[in-house]
């Protein structure tokens, strides 16, 4: 059942944890702790940070299976929800103030994983990948925005790792570049543990699929972002890292583990400024904000500042409101999306502190 108790908090390190035990025990006196929360305040200064939108959606009831994953269309101000369950609409839809739109009747849907909006400006379509062992399972389908099945990528019901013709095996994302070109990620469990690239044609590019967990070798892949240099970073689940592409030649640039040491990336996106991703770690509850390097760099990550979800949530794959910077969650754990507003302290947030 859906549970809108769940709270946030956003922690940024351990210090804040101690503070707050320290207070409670009277180890500070009232001095002590102002210096010190603007201390801490200093360190979030700039800092990408983010508040739950308690208001949102305005009817959570609708919410009547496992949520895995949500789509956003930041022109039309329409936010899909797509979710898993015996007799459930397979995708609802609300508006980024929370009013409930529709809900998708369609039976072309068995078990939905990714969902990803495409060309939002100009003619949106949803693309969802289809995780099911039933006769539309194991394939990329495209969508209008009332839910009108319009192609499918992959041989429906029919689990493989050809090429030609294309064929899936629970595939967990889907991206789509301004470019039209195409980035799956195609194996949540199944046989394949690959990357794919296509063309706007939907001709193959270049393919990553091997499994392992050596260089471009995956294990569960499970979420794939392009960025703005040119390079595609995908969240290697079963290997707790993400890898890095040259999207035009594919490439190994890198990788990165040192952030996931104690829970695996599951969904991967960047902000609306490039400056951050956006990483997942369902089983620590956690919504992680990472630098993203400058062009020609990869280096080591580094956490900014972290969402720490309430426990059981199990936060699975997010999309972000691309004008706004609104982040949507998808929670298994908690059978249901939610909304988080982004917010930054500045300098006359301090001074103020400091006045009081």
């Known amino acids: 059942m859906n549970n809108r108790s769940h709270t946030c908090v956003i922690m940024t390190s351990l210090a804040s944890v101690v503070f ?32 739950l939108d308690l208001s949102w959606p305005k009817n959570p009831e609708l919410f009547t ?18 979710q898993r369950g015996e007799n459930v609409p397979k995708v609802l839809a609300f508006t980024s103030e929370g009013d ?27 693309w969802i990948t289809d995780v099911g062992n039933g006769p539309y399972g194991h394939t990329v389908k495209q969508y209008s925005p009332s839910g009108k099945l319009l192609q499918v990528l992959g041989t429906p019901g029919e689990a ?13 994302e889907i991206f789509i570049h301004e470019s039209g070109e195409m980035y799956i990620v195609d194996g949540d469990g199944g046989m394949n543990n690959r990357l794919i ?20 070798q995956f294990y569960i892949p499970h ?34 583990g040192s952030c996931f040491t104690e829970d695996a990336p599951y969904s991967v996106r960047l902000t609306p400024n490039k400056k951050y991703f956006v990483v997942v770690q369902l089983n620590t509850n956690q919504i992680s904000l990472l ?32 004008k706004s910077g609104v982040l949507y969650v998808a929670e298994i754990g908690a059978q249901q999306a939610q909304k988080f507003i982004p ?3 500045g300098r006359e947030t301090l001074r103020f502190k400091r006045s009081q």
Request: proline share 4%; with cysteine.
């Open 20 to 51: 707050l035990m320290m207070v409670l025990y009277g180890v500070f006196g009232t001095q002590q702790a102002s210096s010190f929360i603007l201390r801490q305040d200093y360190q979030l200064l700039g800092r990408p940070l983010y508040k």
């Open 65 to 82: 299976g496992n949520v895995f994953g949500v789509a956003v269309n930041q022109y039309a101000g329409v936010v899909y929800v797509a």
């Open 100 to 126: 409930f739109l529709m809900s998708w009747n369609t039976t072309t849907l068995e078990m939905p994983h990714g969902i990803f909006l495409a060309d939002a400006l100009s003619n949106p379509t949803i």
């Open 160 to 172: 493989g790792s050809g090429l030609n013709p294309l064929q899936f095996d629970q595939p967990a």
């Open 197 to 216: 690239k296509l063309s706007s044609d939907q001709e193959v590019l270049w393919v990553h699929g091997e499994k392992g967990q050596g260089l471009a």
């Open 223 to 256: 979420s794939v972002t392009v960025d703005n240099a040119q390079r595609v970073w995908v969240a290697d689940r079963g290997n707790k890292r993400i890898q890095v592409f040259n999207s035009l030649t594919g490439d190994w640039l890198g990788s990165w």
């Open 291 to 322: 630098d993203a390097p400058p062009v020609g760099l990869i280096g080591q990550c580094r956490v900014v500042s972290v969402i720490q979800m309430a426990d059981e949530a199990k936060p699975h794959l997010v999309d972000l409101d691309l």
């Open 343 to 345: 917010f930054s302290l």
